[in-house]
């Protein structure tokens, strides 16, 4: 086995599974303080969403028009103009969007830890705790 391969797949601070992972983390803990009625987070939370899916794809920039489809953009128009409501009334975000935002990232989590277990030949296992929070 070569250890120094398996600390890069977990240790490389772009790419690596453990900053994959804590990035993962700050998103899941933002959808949280949003949900809670916390309007700087619910302000990141797309931003976060975009950076998060662009981030698994080994790109680590992001545009205005990824955080608006993470974002405002998302569904219908009547959810459209809900979420502006929303955020003008309360300054959240729905809460539609957030639980689809949670799953998008846990769908992230487990297909990293996926990929990192086939690389390396492991079973496949659940992936560590932070999945599935009740949040």
Request: charged residues 20%; contains cysteine.
């Amino acid at each position: 086995m070569d250890w120094n391969k398996l600390g890069q797949m977990f240790a490389d601070p772009q790419h690596g599974y453990v900053q994959f992972l804590a990035q993962a983390q700050a998103t899941k803990n933002s959808i949280a303080s949003a949900k809670k009625g916390d309007e700087l987070a619910s302000s990141l939370v797309p931003l976060m969403t975009a950076l998060g899916v662009t981030s698994f794809a080994g790109v680590h920039r992001i545009n205005q028009t990824e955080v608006e489809a993470a974002g405002p953009q998302v569904g219908s128009g009547l959810r459209r103009i809900n979420a502006i409501l929303d955020k003008v009334g309360t300054g959240t975000i729905p809460a539609a969007t957030l639980r689809e935002t949670n799953n998008l990232i846990d769908g992230l989590i487990d297909a990293k830890h996926e990929q990192l277990c086939k690389a390396r030949g492991w079973f496949r296992q659940t992936p560590v705790s932070i999945r599935r929070r009740p949040w």
